[in-house]
């Protein structure tokens, strides 16, 4: 990583997975072309589980150990001044580049191996992690959408090889 005063550690990295609210997939597909998408995320352990249809790029692409680059950002933003704070700085080309125009990040990048999950008890499970995830209010129909939908969808766990994160937070 080259910017070293910004890397974070790979429990902190985890957590950037746990926490964001999608991330991106990025392989090569049989034809030698880069394949992204984003996609909903939940993590358990050293996996990230999704899920998406039983045909398309996916279902031909994230199966028998492929490596997988996910990323995931959990938090980024535009810092906000005050007219007093900008003033202070409005001379200084190096703080304005540091301190306004600039985007505040928290992010990660996993290196996996993607693997259909097969198992139903295991596909329950890791459908039940993500509706917890993105739909905690509603988990009282989940085993009622649970029984419709796994029928229709696959479940992809994404092996985690490594991890790098990395922040930029503005501190005065």
């Known amino acids: 990583m080259r910017r070293k005063d910004r890397e974070l550690t790979a429990q902190e990295g985890l957590e950037i997975i746990d926490v964001c609210e999608y991330g991106t ?16 995320v939940v993590r358990e352990g050293e996996s990230v589980f999704l899920h ?12 028998d150990g492929k490596s997988v680059t996910l990323v ?3 938090y980024a933003r535009v810092p906000v001044l005050t007219d007093e704070q900008l003033d202070a700085i409005k001379d200084d080309g190096k703080a304005l580049g540091a301190k306004v125009f600039t ?24 459908l ?22 796994l029928k229709a969808m696959n479940i992809y766990e994404l092996k985690i090889a490594s991890i790098t994160a990395k922040a930029k937070i503005i501190r005065d």
Do not use: Q
């Open 52 to 63: 998406g249809a039983p045909a398309g790029s996916k279902a031909k692409l994230l199966k």
């Open 25 to 40: 997939i990025s392989c090569i597909d049989e034809a030698g072309e880069i394949f992204s998408v984003p996609i909903s």
């Open 128 to 149: 039940r992690l993500l509706s917890e995830k993105y739909t905690p209010n509603y988990m009282r129909t989940f085993d009622v959408a649970a029984s419709h939908g």
């Open 72 to 74: 995931c950002v959990s």
């Open 103 to 126: 985007t505040e990040y928290k992010s990660a990048v996993a290196i996996t191996k993607a693997y259909t999950v097969t198992d139903e008890a295991a596909r329950l499970h890791a």
